[in-house]
């Protein structure tokens, strides 16, 4: 079964998951609003990833550093001078395209245009024949850049405003805490800065559902390592991030690693993992070795030194930067993508069925009586539970609809109670991907499902 892009939308507006952003007032172009049952999901996979990269490795530290940084910051890492996308005009039909998209999506992601310089990416396109996507003429303008960063100012005077920019990447704030987490927690190198937060970017092309969009969440993690581990290094992350995706649930199959054979003057290796979106082959996330670039330039526009000094050699150094990149709102478009299921059932009838791991389902356990009459130890289970976990509490409509609506939010068990139940004390769990079912004392459902989620 192909997934398409439609039915994660569609699913997504129905079932409370996310909604198009400022949707009543025709909404705002690459903007979605989580919902009530999206938020869950995506709060479990942020929940999920800091569990794995943060909580589990004692040489990780999290921070949550400010949105809004020192316009400086911005100058040490190149934003100010570089962060622009390179767009073409078609002259016919007025679209406006990124051209290294137009690069990428003309070669089935066989080319990346990622180091390609302008003059190379309009050579590309004229010696291709690249048509316009939109009305296949060949009429374009030359390259221009646009800029990606979203400025805004402080100041309480008219006039005396200083522009600030919302930053565009999360990891400048782990770069500039550096000196105090290896100062404040004792670090010793090499150790790893990671911090989840929101992100900004002024990008006009179509974004694919959330795949790319102008505000987006980033889960950045910063290791800082003495530059003859840093290969090793560099390969672990690719290692853990895969793991990470395997154990999410992800087909092997669904993804593909793509090493960088063009990197940035600064860079040493780079490596973005694909993921089969429904709209194709697409990068989900990135491992770059990027060198003593970083710490280099904020030393050198801070003034600040960043040289470590090694405790048991005595060596000064600046460390080396391997980063691993995930964006938390395009892992969840890889999520739903993945999970989502059509299944025939015995009769002709069809039911979706999203088949999250149970960790990052939205309510782990749906508590449906059997009858309304008989609702008294449901909300009874229901108030004993929602304290350890989310749960859902549905008594309307048939048992066969209720535990469809279940399954295409993804909540793996759903516990009816029925008149047994008043009798021995007993429900059933059902099991949301097999629809198998067991009879179970009331007080061992809990343990039950908390065995089931863990990550
Ligand atoms: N600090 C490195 C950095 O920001 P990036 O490749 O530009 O690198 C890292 O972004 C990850 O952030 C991407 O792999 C993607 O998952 C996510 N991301 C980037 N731009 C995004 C956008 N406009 N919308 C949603 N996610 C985005």
């Known amino acids: 079964m192909s997934v398409t892009m439609e039915k994660i939308v569609n699913l997504c507006k129905n079932r409370g998951i996310i909604f198009q952003g400022s949707e009543i007032y025709g909404g705002m172009g690459n903007t979605w609003d989580y919902g009530p049952v999206g938020v869950e999901i995506k709060n479990n996979i942020k929940k999920a990833w800091w569990k794995r990269f943060v909580q589990e490795d004692p040489s990780t530290y999290g921070v949550d550093a400010a949105i809004l940084m020192n316009p400086r910051v911005w100058d040490a890492s190149g934003h100010t001078q570089n962060f622009a996308d390179p767009k073409m005009d078609c002259k016919s039909c007025k679209q406006r395209f990124r051209a290294d998209n137009l690069i990428e ?3 089935k992601g066989k080319v990346s245009a990622e180091a390609m310089s302008n003059e190379e990416m309009e050579k590309y396109i004229s010696d291709n024949k690249i048509n316009c996507p939109h009305c296949g003429n060949f009429n374009w303008t030359p390259i221009r850049q646009f800029k990606l960063m979203f400025e805004t100012s402080r100041g309480t005077l008219d006039g005396e405003k200083d522009v600030v920019y919302l930053r565009p990447e999360t990891c400048q704030g782990e770069y500039v805490n550096f000196l105090n987490i290896q100062r404040s927690m004792r670090a010793k190198v090499p150790f790893a800065i990671a911090q989840i937060g929101k992100s900004f970017r002024n990008e006009i092309t179509p974004g694919n559902f959330i795949f790319r969009t102008i505000e987006f969440e980033q889960m950045e993690l910063q290791k ?76 050198e526009f801070s003034g600040k030194s960043m040289l470590y000094l090694d405790p048991i050699t005595n060596e000064k150094y ?13 892992l969840m478009l890889a999520v739903l993508t993945e999970a989502y299921t059509e299944e025939e059932l015995e009769g002709g009838d069809t039911r979706i069925v999203l088949k999250l791991h149970p960790a990052i389902a939205p309510y782990k356990v749906a508590i449906l009586p059997l009858q309304k009459n008989i609702n008294e130890k449901a909300i009874e289970l229901y108030n004993n539970l929602s304290k350890k976990f989310m749960c859902m ?10 535990y469809r609506r ?39 459902v809990e343990k039950y499902i908390e065995e089931k989620i863990v990550f």
């Open 105 to 107: 999506d003309h070669s």
């Open 393 to 402: 509490y549905d008594e309307a409509g048939s048992i066969g609809k209720r």
């Open 224 to 299: 800082f390592c003495k530059e003859e581990t840093s290969f090793d290094i560099y390969n672990e992350y690719k290692e853990k991030a895969r793991k990470f995706l395997l154990d999410l649930n992800f087909s092997e199959d669904h993804l593909k690693f793509h090493d960088h054979d063009k990197l940035a003057f600064y860079a040493k290796a780079a490596c973005d993992i694909f993921y089969l979106f429904p709209m194709g082959w697409s990068e989900l996330n990135g491992i770059h070795h990027r060198s003593t670039h970083d710490l280099s330039r904020h030393q």
């Open 406 to 444: 279940q399954d295409e939010i993804g909540v793996p068990f759903s516990v009816t109670v029925d008149f047994d139940t008043l009798e021995d004390n007993t429900v059933t769990i059902r099991d949301r991907d097999t629809m198998e079912q067991i009879r179970l004392p009331i007080d061992e």
């Open 318 to 330: 600046i460390p080396t930067v391997i980063e691993y990149s995930i964006g938390a709102d395009r």
